[in-house]
């Protein structure tokens, strides 16, 4: 079994920084690819962020030169810095992991607000 531990989520006023971590821990090979999604209410989870073991990345266009995707391999630890938050980043905000199939974390709440 695979576990996926998220933490650094809260509230943060709207220009303010946050810095999310997810930890994989378990019976674990490889970690492959990992990532973080959101899911604002009553809208579809979207992707934010991706990063391969190589340290390859992909953003949404939304995020693109506020978030940092970055990863620890040997801690198989993947970070989200969160820079200049707007109200829209509010969202509950997941981690994923290739681990041989897809593992998602439990998820944190991000709420951007003055």
């Known amino acids: 079994q695979v576990q996926l531990a998220e933490s650094g989520g809260g509230l943060v006023q709207p220009g303010g920084s946050l810095r999310l971590s997810c930890a994989a821990s378990?019976?674990?090979?490889?970690?492959?690819?990992m990532g973080w999604y959101r899911q604002a209410p009553g809208k579809e989870r979207e992707l934010v962020a991706a990063i391969t073991r190589g340290l390859r990345t992909n953003y949404a266009d939304s995020v693109k030169g506020r978030f940092t995707i970055s990863r620890d391999n040997a801690k198989n630890t993947v970070y989200l810095q969160m820079n200049s938050l707007k109200a829209e980043d509010t969202a509950v905000y997941y981690c994923?992991?290739?681990?041989?199939?897809?593992?998602w974390g439990q998820g944190t709440q991000v709420t951007v607000s003055s």
């Open positions: 378990g019976s674990i090979l490889s970690v492959n690819a």
């Open positions: 994923n992991a290739e681990v041989g199939y897809i593992k």
